[in-house]
Every structure is written in structure tokens, then in C-alpha cells.
């Protein structure tokens, strides 16, 4: 028997010296260097990220005061800076209406003092400082980014090509302009839509005798009146040309159809001295028949009566104008610049272009031009537009032609001498051909 036990107990000893052994290879030992060179475990720290560094960004646009989309924008921005937290945006704003936007642009890239991002227009106005080489082209960081780029129009894209055959804009919304018309106020007086030259001449006489200001626009600010004038005048073609081959005779047929329309009472009493916003203000008040605006003017229109019966139709050709009748102004006239000093500082360079694609993403597009009522930029629908927006983008589809504003093919300063002779042939200081020999002194200076 004693024998027996003692196997029984030899047996029982080398079963429990098998499972020590077994615990020995199971049990993680305290004894791996860690990453200090101590003994510690063998399951390394989760390394965590070192925090992104703090990152300041400008923005300077026209998204700010009256502007229909300032509030969309401003979401965009807010938007951006939840899903980055490191980076702050100063979102700097001026009205593209008032004169001192294209200082404001011009002093501070020549100071500088450029923004990050910078919402701007294309052709004539961005040349110089495209041609200083302050503004990066694009075309580099389109293509090695297919989503953004397919994010785009084809259409909107070609559109802010620059002559020299890069894209340096990003587009965001485009727009039309057109003849804004109180379909209410024609309907009270029996007056037909001035479709035509004699419909027009006509709507002007019988509201000036009723004190109703036929078609509001200051002089000084005279943008769209010369923008429309010389496009019906001259048509597409010769509109086109701007300065470059000499003064075409049909220029000055538009500045003469502008003392016309002066003659019958046409404008406020107080054109000399008013500004594009007061103008606004007479037409969104009803105290205006019609104003020539553009598609983010509907935001500016305090009146809800008066959205509700403004209608958007084509300005009519001038007498002896070589115009269709069915031209309209528009396109894609700005979009967003990226810095080359932006693009040169390692710390903002990301961020800035992070931001850049984030504002021209078809989400953002479509909230945009869904506020202005300005055309997309990219393939996105916009629901939920009132009429006069609807007539606005129906005018825009159906026109014969669609063609950018004068002031993209001549230098802001020939455009402001432009603008500065309305007044002056209005008033019988100056003739049309006056102004315009002077405008092609300055454009050839500016070469």
C-alpha cells in the first residue's frame, strides 16, 4: 500500500509541476522594456496625436451686409471650423457695389496684406495681380483632386479661364442680369412689358407723369445702365471687343439711347447723388417701376409685394442697335483666389486649401444659389425659388446669347470712365463720342 501511495503522490507531483510549467508561458511578465528604456509591458501605449497647431485664416469676400447668401456663407464658415477646431476664420466683408471693394483688393495685395482666400471677380479686374504673380493657378490642384474638380460645371469652370488659359478662381454661384419689372405697377397703368424700344419710351412717359420713377439707377454707380446699353447697342460681338480694335459706332448709339430715356424723366430726381443701394431701395419700396439688376438682387427688395409681382425680362435693343432683343448678361464673373503667400506658408497652405474645396463643394454651392438665386456652379438642383427667380433663370435658359459684363474686357479704370460719362452726356456735357474717345485714351494708357 505504501508503495502504491507513493506513486500515486509521484504521479500527482509531476502533474502539478506540468501545469506551473504551463502557467509560466501563459503569464505576461512585467519585464519588456518600455518606450523609455524601463521594464514595463509588452503592449505598447496607444500613441496619442500631438494637437494641430492653432490656425488664423482671412476670408474676404462680398458674402456680408445686404447680400442674400451672407447668412449660407456664413454657415459654410462655421461649418468648416466645427469639423476643424484649430482653425479660426476672420470673415472680412465689403459689398461688391460699393467703390471702395476694388481698393480694398488692390491696396491690400499690393501691401502685402492679401487675405487666405479671396472672393473676387475674373478676367480684367484679377489681371494685374494675376500677372504680379500674387494669386496661384489652380489647374494643378483641380486635376490631382477628380472629386473636386467633377464637383464642378464644365461650363462654370471655362467660364473663369483666364486669357493666358489657366484657371485661378475657384466658381462658386454665376448670375444674369436683366430688366427687374413691377408687373403690378404695368398691369395698373394698362401698360404692356417693355419688351421693345416703343413699349419702353412708352412705360417711361406715362410713369414719369404719375410720379412713379420709371427706371431707378444712380449715375455715379452706373454699372448696369452701361453694362445694358452697350450690349444692346452693340451686340454680343461688338460688346466683346471691349476697346482693343477701336471704338465701335454702335457705343455710341447706347450712350445716346441713355439721353433719350433722360429727356422723357426716365430716372430718379436724385441720380446724381444716389448710390446702387438706394436705387434698390425705390425699387423694392414699389416706388420704382423697373431697375436693371443682377440675380442677387432679390435679397436686397424689402417690399414682399413687390417680389412677388417682379418679373426678369431681357433689356430691348436700342434704336439702331445691333442686339437681338434676347441678350442678356451673365455667367460666371468670380469665384475664389488662393494666395501665394498662403500657398507658400507651410502652417496655412492645408488648411487654406482645405477651406478653399470645402466653399466650392457642390453642398456649399447649392446652399449658396439657393440663397441668391445665382446659378450653380455645379450640377445641383434649386427648389423652392420664387416666381421672379424662376422667370430670372427661364430668361437665362431661352436667351440667344449670354455674354459677361463689359467691365471684364476693359480695365476697371476705362470701366470707371464709362460709368463717369453717363452723367456727362445725360446732362449735355460731353457727346457720346466724347466719352467714349476718352475711355479709349485711358484703355490704351493701361495696356
Given at each position: ?5 507513493l ?6 507531483f509531476v502533474?502539478?509541476m ?8 501563459n ?12 521594464q ?5 501605449a496607444?500613441?496619442e496625436?500631438?494637437?494641430k497647431?492653432?490656425?488664423?485664416l482671412?476670408?474676404f469676400?462680398t458674402?456680408g ?6 447668412d ?10 466645427a469639423s476643424n477646431?484649430n482653425v479660426?476664420?476672420?470673415?472680412d ?13 488692390n491696396?491690400?495685395i499690393?501691401s502685402g496684406?492679401?487675405p ?5 471677380f ?7 495681380f494675376?500677372d504680379?504673380g500674387?494669386?496661384v ?5 483641380l486635376?490631382e483632386d477628380?472629386?473636386w ?15 493666358d488659359?489657366?484657371i485661378?478662381?475657384?466658381p ?5 442680369e436683366?430688366l427687374?419689372?413691377n ?6 397703368n394698362n ?8 413699349k ?7 410713369f ?8 431707378s439707377?444712380?449715375?455715379?454707380q452706373?454699372h448696369?445702365i452701361v453694362?445694358h446699353f452697350?450690349?444692346t447697342?452693340a451686340?454680343?460681338?461688338g460688346?466683346?471687343k471691349g476697346?482693343?480694335d477701336?471704338?465701335?459706332?454702335n457705343w455710341?448709339k447706347g450712350y445716346?439711347?441713355i439721353?433719350?430715356l433722360?429727356?422723357?424723366g ?6 446724381a447723388?444716389?448710390?446702387l ?17 443682377g ?5 436686397g427688395?424689402?417690399g414682399?409685394?413687390?417680389k412677388?409681382?417682379t418679373?426678369?425680362?431681357p433689356?430691348p435693343v436700342?434704336?439702331g442697335?445691333a442686339g437681338?432683343?434676347?441678350?442678356i448678361?451673365?455667367g ?9 503667400s ?14 478653399l474645396k470645402?466653399?466650392?463643394s457642390?453642398?456649399i454651392?447649392?446652399?449658396?444659389a ?6 450653380p456652379?455645379?450640377?445641383v438642383?434649386?427648389?423652392?425659388l ?6 430670372g433663370?427661364?430668361m437665362?435658359?431661352?436667351?440667344a ?5 463689359v467691365?471684364?474686357?476693359i480695365s476697371?479704370?476705362t ?5 463717369a460719362?453717363?452723367?456727362q452726356v445725360?446732362t ?7 466719352v ?7 484703355e490704351d494708357?493701361?495696356?
Amino acid at each position: 500500500m505504501k508503495k502504491a501511495s507513493l506513486i500515486v503522490l509521484s504521479v500527482l507531483f509531476v502533474f502539478s509541476m506540468f501545469l506551473a510549467a504551463c502557467g509560466d508561458k501563459n503569464e505576461v511578465k512585467n519585464n519588456t522594456p518600455n518606450a523609455s528604456g524601463n521594464q514595463g509591458s509588452k503592449e505598447e501605449a496607444v500613441k496619442e496625436e500631438p494637437p494641430k497647431k492653432d490656425i488664423s485664416l482671412r476670408v474676404f469676400s462680398t458674402f456680408g451686409g445686404t447680400d442674400a447668401a451672407r447668412d449660407a456663407f456664413q454657415a459654410a464658415l462655421d461649418e468648416f471650423t466645427a469639423s476643424n477646431p484649430n482653425v479660426k476664420i476672420d470673415n472680412d466683408t465689403l459689398s461688391a457695389n460699393d467703390d471702395g471693394f476694388r481698393t480694398k483688393v488692390n491696396t491690400d495685395i499690393n501691401s502685402g496684406n492679401e487675405p487666405d482666400l479671396l472672393f473676387y471677380f475674373v478676367g480684367a479686374d484679377a489681371q494685374g495681380f494675376i500677372d504680379a504673380g500674387k494669386v496661384v493657378p489652380l489647374d494643378d490642384l483641380l486635376n490631382e483632386d477628380a472629386n473636386w474638380k467633377n464637383g464642378f460645371s464644365p461650363s462654370a469652370l471655362e467660364n473663369v479661364r483666364q486669357k493666358d488659359g489657366h484657371i485661378y478662381a475657384a466658381p462658386l454661384t454665376g448670375f444674369y442680369e436683366g430688366l427687374f419689372v413691377n408687373k403690378k405697377l404695368f398691369a395698373d397703368n394698362n401698360l404692356d412689358l417693355p419688351t421693345d424700344w416703343d413699349k419702353l419710351k412708352k412705360a417711361v412717359e406715362t410713369f414719369a407723369a404719375k410720379g412713379i420713377i420709371p427706371l431707378s439707377a444712380p449715375f455715379d454707380q452706373s454699372h448696369y445702365i452701361v453694362e445694358h446699353f452697350i450690349l444692346t447697342a452693340a451686340g454680343p460681338a461688338g460688346q466683346a471687343k471691349g476697346l482693343a480694335d477701336g471704338i465701335d459706332p454702335n457705343w455710341e448709339k447706347g450712350y445716346a439711347a441713355i439721353k433719350e430715356l433722360y429727356d422723357l424723366g426716365a430716372f430718379p430726381k436724385d441720380a446724381a447723388t444716389i448710390d446702387l443701394g438706394m436705387a434698390s431701395n425705390y425699387y423694392g419700396e414699389g416706388k420704382a417701376a423697373m431697375i436693371l439688376e443682377g440675380s442677387w438682387a432679390f435679397g436686397g427688395f424689402s417690399g414682399a409685394e413687390v417680389k412677388e409681382n417682379t418679373t426678369v425680362i431681357p433689356f430691348p435693343v436700342v434704336p439702331g442697335g445691333a442686339g437681338s432683343g434676347n441678350d442678356i448678361i451673365g455667367g460666371f464673373g468670380s469665384g475664389f483666389y488662393l494666395p501665394k503667400s498662403t500657398y507658400d506658408n507651410a502652417d496655412k497652405k492645408d488648411a487654406a486649401i482645405a477651406l478653399l474645396k470645402h466653399l466650392t463643394s457642390p453642398a456649399i454651392i447649392q446652399k449658396i444659389a439657393t440663397a441668391n438665386g445665382g446659378t450653380p456652379a455645379a450640377n445641383v438642383e434649386i427648389t423652392g425659388l420664387p416666381q421672379a427667380q424662376v422667370d430670372g433663370f427661364a430668361m437665362a435658359a431661352n436667351s440667344a446669347s449670354i455674354t459677361t459684363p463689359v467691365d471684364s474686357k476693359i480695365s476697371p479704370e476705362t470701366f470707371s470712365t464709362l460709368r463717369a460719362g453717363v452723367q456727362q452726356v445725360v446732362t449735355g456735357k460731353s457727346t457720346p463720342a466724347e466719352v467714349l474717345q476718352e475711355a479709349k485714351k485711358i484703355e490704351d494708357a493701361n495696356k
